[in-house]
């Protein structure tokens, strides 16, 4: 399951008072947000080896005063049901996103393990990028270990 939109923070839009990613509203205006929040996304139900969140601030914390990070998104998803979960820890670029994204999967299709397929992902960022404010924003929560078996 990916998820390439946006996160925000609860800190960034005050009036959810949670974390979020922004989906397009169904009457496809860019006006508003259609959030998805951490609470909605705890509920889902998932069956997900993998969830790969692209956008922003996706390990961020919920906005709990004192509370860490993972405790917002990240949380949510694995509540939800996903064994393994690559999220952002800070906003990243669009190009470095899709770079992460885009490598990470493909060694998974190849039949890396998770962590061997993070790394690929992380080191085709710093390859383009350089500097680990680009690269190390995505963390891995999950068995390191675990084979995602992605499919053609």
Known sequence: MLFATHGETAESHPEF????LALTPPDGSSENVDPLTASEISTLGLDADLVFLSACD???PDGTPGQ???SGL????????ARTLVATQWKIT?????????????AAKNRSRAASA????RMAVAESF????FWSAFAMVGDPEYDWR???
């Open 17 to 20: 008072g949670e974390p979020f």
């Open 58 to 60: 996706t390990a961020a």
């Open 68 to 70: 860490s990070g993972f």
């Open 74 to 81: 990240a949380q949510a998803f694995v509540s939800a049901g």
């Open 94 to 106: 669009t190009r470095a996103a899709d770079l992460a994204t885009g490598a990470t999967l493909r």
């Open 118 to 121: 993070v790394m690929q992902g």
């Open 130 to 133: 350089g500097h680990p404010s």
């Open 150 to 152: 992605l499919s053609n």
